[in-house]
């Protein structure tokens, strides 16, 4: 089978061309033609010798692995793409513009063994990884179609980046490359529900930022939401944080899903400023975005404010993240690529 170009980060593409007998330079040159200029064919790269073209030919492919097959718009703006897979499963990015920000929301694999209760994909359950192909394709042709707008990128869509580290990391390789795509790495970010051992690894291995779904204030009720915590309490999770490399002049960001009546009250808002003081971070609340068959509830405008203002009299950075795209199945939480969703939630079984 002919190697996918595009599944390659840029070193591994260096060591694929030296094998073919080329110079390693030459898979700058690739990378450029494919990422930079969005050209798909060896045939048109000129600035490659003819019997190169012809041994790439043989070799390898530049295959788009993604077929759009819905693009709905909400009223705020965000928009909502539904690919299909070449094994016909489906996945959701979001694109969401914020004054000159237009970030993408990608996905990192199909559906999620996380398994957290407030979430539409863990009904999914986990099906596969992406590939690194199809990670990249994802901005590729999302890009492209906004005239090449997209500022930032965030894992954030369908499935935990980090139970698919080494695509993840491949695709931001790909993504910050100066002869590729050539995004500043402040402009990425791995969000995570806690998988302390990979948050560890990510932070060798990648200079990003790194954003981690918090969401409860106690292990009790974080254990209620998300399996995960089972297996990583709280305090793990946290000790992990505090050594994870921050880039310069950004933070650590805590999301934290606000659900009524369960995560919501005075007493949770000063256990999580406690638990967070003395961290660099910042705090993202986010309403919770109703959705059947998930029967949680948001909570009312001033049972957010009040919180938020609790945590910012501990002097902590937070702000309360507008939901986008809810009218669309868009926002966070909410995707689920049209899948039944009567089943059951799955429990962490890393
Ligand atoms: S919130 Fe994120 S980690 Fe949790 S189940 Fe949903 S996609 Fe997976």
Redesign the pocket.
């Given at each position: 089978m002919k190697a996918n170009i595009k599944d390659f980060d840029p070193a591994e593409l260096e060591g694929f061309i030296s094998e073919l007998g080329e110079k390693p330079f030459r898979a700058k040159q690739i990378g450029t033609w494919i990422f930079a200029k969005s050209v798909c064919k060896f045939s048109e790269m000129t600035d490659l010798s003819l019997s190169f073209r012809e041994k790439l030919e043989q070799s390898a492919e530049i295959k788009s692995t993604l077929t759009l097959t819905c693009e709905k718009e909400s009223i705020d703006g965000t928009k909502k793409y539904l690919f299909e897979l070449f094994d016909g499963n489906k996945i959701e990015s979001v694109l969401i513009p914020e004054g000159r920000r237009n970030t993408l929301c990608i996905s990192s694999q199909v559906g999620?063994a996380?398994?957290?209760t407030f979430?539409l994909?863990?009904r999914v359950g986990k099906i596969r990884n992406l590939s690194c192909s199809e990670i990249v394709d994802q901005y590729l042709t999302i890009n492209k179609l906004n005239g090449g707008s997209i500022t930032n990128i965030v894992y954030m869509g369908?499935?935990?980046p980090l139970d698919n580290l080494e695509n993840t990391i491949r695709s931001i390789r790909v993504f910050t490359n100066s002869n590729y795509i050539g995004l500043s790495p402040k402009r990425i970010t791995v969000s995570t529900?806690g998988l302390v051992n990979k948050i560890k690894e990510l932070g060798e291995k990648i200079n990003i930022n790194l954003s981690v779904?918090l969401n409860a204030p106690s292990d009790a009720i974080r254990s209620e939401i998300m399996p995960i915590n089972k297996r990583f309490p709280i305090s793990t999770l946290l000790e992990e944080c505090k050594r994870f490399p921050i880039l310069k002049r950004k933070y650590l960001t805590f999301e934290y899903v606000i659900i009524k009546d369960l995560n919501d009250s005075i007493r949770d808002a000063n256990e999580l400023a406690k638990l967070l003081k003395g961290i660099k971070c910042k705090i993202n609340l986010i309403p919770f975005n109703e959705a059947d068959p998930i029967s949680y509830k948001t909570p009312p405008v001033q049972r957010v404010l009040d919180f938020q203002k609790i945590l910012s009299s501990y002097g902590l950075n937070v702000k309360i993240r507008k939901s986008r795209g809810a009218d669309i199945l868009g926002a966070c939480?909410q995707l689920a690529a049209s899948y039944p969703l009567d089943k059951k939630i799955k429990e962490v079984v890393h």
């Open positions: 999620c996380m398994g957290c979430c994909t863990a369908m499935g935990e529900s779904s939480g």
